[in-house]
């Protein structure tokens, strides 16, 4: 069983930053990736970035450039640095991680509203 604990997501003005932390506790030693999706009002889940566990990164490519993702294995936990945001951001991201066989699963998610 692998546990995951989002952090960090608040209220912020369009073209702030923001860093979402998700700290992973468990059996997570058959975990494949890591990684972040998020999903708004009214439309369906999407991809936001994806991690391996020899850290290789993937990215929606609507967002490359503005958002990176990260991991610290010392700490067990991945963050997901957001630059520029964007109204069109707002949204629950939930963080994820996927075996080799199965997956994705998500956490509970944290709330981000980019909003002036």
């Known amino acids: 069983q692998v546990q995951l604990v989002e952090s960090g997501g608040r209220l912020v003005q369009p073209g702030g930053s923001l860093k979402l932390s998700c700290a992973v506790s468990?059996?997570?030693?058959?975990?494949?990736?890591m990684g972040w999706y998020r999903q708004a009002p009214g439309k369906q889940r999407e991809l936001v970035a994806t991690i391996t566990t020899s850290g290789s990164t993937n990215y929606a490519s609507s967002l490359k450039g503005r958002f990176t993702i990260s991991r610290d294995n010392g700490k067990n936990t991945v963050y997901l640095q957001m630059n520029s945001l964007k109204p069109e951001d707002t949204a629950v991201y939930y963080c994820?991680?996927?075996?080799?066989?199965?997956?994705?699963?998500w956490g509970q998610g944290t709330q981000v509203t980019v909003s002036s």
């Open positions: 994820s991680y996927e075996t080799w066989a199965t997956g994705p699963y």
């Open positions: 468990g059996s997570i030693f058959g975990i494949r990736a």
